[in-house]
C-alpha cells in the first residue's frame, strides 16, 4: 500500500485529471468499477485539503474507497460504500440520509 | 446546484423540490459516469416538450453507454418532472486517439523508432528518472503525459525521407543487405543509425512489423512508389 502522503499526493492528481468525478479504491487507488455506490453521510461536506484528510480517516477505517468531484470551485472528498447487493445498497442508503444510489456498471440511478 | 445546462428554463413550471431532486440525480450521473445533460430549448410553449442533449466523457469507471442507454437514462432521470415529454439528443463516449498509449505500447515504439530513454529526455527536458517509470508500467500515465509521448512517437515517425538519389539508393539497399544477416543487436542497432543519420532512412517510418526490415521490403516500397529515386 502506498504511503499517506503518496496516497495525498496521487488522489490530487486524480482529482485535477478527473474534475467530474471519481472513486478508488485506497489499497492501490484503482477505479471503483462495479457495485452500487452508497454515500457515507460521515463524509459530507469534505472540501479542500482539510476534507481529503478526513475522508482518507474515513475511507482507510470503513469502505477503503475515496473519491470525490469538483463544484464551482472546491473539491468535495468522500468514502462512499460499494455492494453487490441491491437491498443492502438500498437499506444503507436509507440509514445514511441519501436521495438515491448509483449502480455504477449500467449508470443507473435508483431514488429512494 | 445548476449541474444540469439551462435548468432555469423549468423554474417557473415545476417546483423547487422536484427540479432539486432533479438536480440531485444528474450530479449523481456526473460523478459516477461522467454523464451530463444540457436543456438545448422548450419546444412548447407550456414547458411541457424539452429538447436535451445528453453527453459522456471519460470516467476512470470506464462504464460507458450506448446511444440507446443514454436515452434511457435520460428519460428515466426527467420522469421526476411529471408530464414532460423529452427529446433526447445523446451524444455517446468515443475514446481519444491517444488512448492507445500504454507501457507495451511504449516499449514497442521505442523499439520500432530506435528511440532511447535518453532521447527523450533530450528532446522533452524530462529527466529519466520520471521518464522510466512511465515506461515499465510503475507510475500511471496521466491523460496529459499520453498524449505527449503519442504525438512524440507520431512526430517521430513523421522523420525521414522518401526520394533519394540512385547512388543513396544503392547504398541503403546495400546496408539493409547488410543489416538482414546481422544477428548481433548491438551491431544493428548501429546500423539503423547509420542508415537514419546518413540517408534519413527511417525503417520505422516504413514499416511497422517486428520482423526485420529486408531489401525485398525495400525494392516493394519503389514498385509501389513509396520511395522514388531521382536520376
Known sequence: MPSNMNIIERLKQLADENPNGFTVYTANLEPVKSGWVVANKETQNCFGDQGLIKALGVALNSSKTIGGWKEKELFYWDSVMIFFDEDEATKAGIENEQIAIYHIETNYLKFL | ?231
Open chain 2, 1 to 231: 446546484m445548476g449541474t444540469i445546462k439551462n435548468i432555469g428554463i423549468l423554474d417557473l413550471v415545476y417546483s423547487e423540490a422536484d427540479i432539486a431532486k432533479l438536480e440531485a440525480g444528474a450530479a449523481l450521473h456526473l460523478r459516477h459516469s461522467n454523464i451530463s445533460f444540457k436543456i438545448l430549448r422548450n419546444d412548447a410553449p407550456d414547458g411541457s416538450t424539452l429538447s436535451i442533449r445528453v453527453e459522456q466523457g471519460k470516467h476512470l469507471s470506464e462504464n460507458y453507454a450506448d446511444k440507446e442507454r443514454l436515452i434511457k437514462i435520460t428519460k428515466d432521470l426527467f420522469s421526476i418532472l411529471k408530464g414532460l415529454t423529452v427529446h433526447v439528443h445523446p451524444v455517446p463516449y468515443i475514446p481519444p486517439v491517444v488512448d492507445v498509449v500504454t507501457p507495451k505500447w511504449l516499449s514497442d515504439k521505442m523499439l520500432l523508432t530506435g528511440t532511447r530513454i535518453k532521447d527523450i529526455e533530450a528532446n522533452t527536458g524530462i529527466e529519466k528518472t520520471n521518464i522510466s517509470p512511465w515506461i515499465n508500467g510503475k507510475k500511471p500515465m496521466s491523460q496529459i503525459v499520453k498524449a505527449m509521448f503519442y504525438y512524440y512517437f507520431a512526430f517521430e515517425q513523421q522523420k525521414g525521407r522518401t526520394t533519394f538519389t540512385e547512388g543513396e539508393f544503392n547504398n541503403i539497399r546495400y546496408i539493409i543487405s547488410d543489416l538482414e544477416i546481422q544477428n548481433d543487436e548491438r551491431l544493428k542497432k548501429m546500423i539503423r543509425e547509420q542508415l537514419r543519420n546518413d540517408y534519413g532512412f527511417y525503417i520505422s517510418k516504413f514499416s511497422s512489423a517486428k520482423k526485420g526490415f529486408t531489401v525485398i521490403d525495400l525494392l516493394k516500397l519503389v514498385d509501389e512508389n513509396v520511395i522514388t529515386i531521382i536520376g
